[in-house]
């Protein structure tokens, strides 16, 4: 029993809470600590385990927290409960930062902020691409117009641009919580196919290559053996 509290949100209460840390551990990071982990890291140290509750319904919370090698930077994530997003290996910081950030807002009904982070990340997803000039929807035509991203990735960015625009510009308009997880949706699949499944694709057709090379050797390696003169004959 610990006098110690950790902000969270607390879904059956609907708002932020002070929650009461009741018993902690420690244990190695869980690979979702490790998917957020900037490039410049080398890893995390070991990581510190919360259980917590809520202090108004009693729900219960697992949270987790480490910092990295050699920075110290912290990283941290709620185990339980969670809305079951995946994390997204690879991403820069700040797509990383600006994704935890669209989920977090949708984790608290703040709907419209949601989707303002989702355009967020195709800022991010645009620099990354080396596409730094011009308007957000000039540098998605450049990105799709040069083959980096395909032509129904751009259709959905641009529904996330242009629902990012309304948010941001429309004062009567109201974010319903459809549309804010329909662009969480979007984008993860976005900074997916940006960050992370590209290169594992990559990685993907050098281990096939290696392999039919190996393959191709094999035989031929066999036949020089049999053709070789034995030293009995």
Not at 37 to 55: T, V, W
Not at 80 to 86: E, H, L, S, V
Request: aromatic share 8%.
């Amino acid at each position: 029993m610990t006098d110690e509290s950790i902000e969270g949100f607390c879904p059956q209460c609907n708002r932020m809470s002070a929650l009461e840390v009741r018993a902690e551990a420690h244990a190695t990071a869980p690979q979702q600590l490790f998917d957020q982990l900037d490039a410049s890291e080398d890893g995390l140290r070991g990581a510190r385990y919360k259980i917590a509750f809520c202090p108004q319904c009693k729900a219960v919370f697992l949270h987790v927290s480490a910092k990295s090698e050699p920075s110290e930077i912290p990283y941290e994530a709620m185990l339980y409960p969670t809305i079951g997003r995946r994390g997204i290996p690879g991403l820069p910081e700040p797509a990383r930062r600006t994704y935890s950030s669209a989920q977090s807002c949708f984790e608290t009904g703040n709907y419209e902020p949601c989707v303002l982070m989702c355009r967020k990340c195709l800022e991010a997803m645009c620099v990354f691409l080396g596409v730094e000039e011009g308007t957000l929807a000039s540098r998605l035509r450049q990105l799709r117009d040069s083959g980096r991203i395909e032509a129904r990735l751009y259709s959905w960015a641009e529904g996330l641009r242009l629902v990012g625009n309304d948010a941001a510009h429309d004062l009567h308009l109201c974010i319903s919580k459809q549309d804010a997880l329909d662009s969480l949706d979007f984008v993860e699949a976005i900074l997916l196919y940006a960050f992370a499944l590209d290169q594992r694709f990559r990685e993907f057709s050098d281990r096939r290559r290696q392999t039919r090379q190996g393959e191709a050797l094999g035989p031929s390696n066999k036949a020089m053996q049999s053709d070789a003169p034995s030293a009995h004959r």
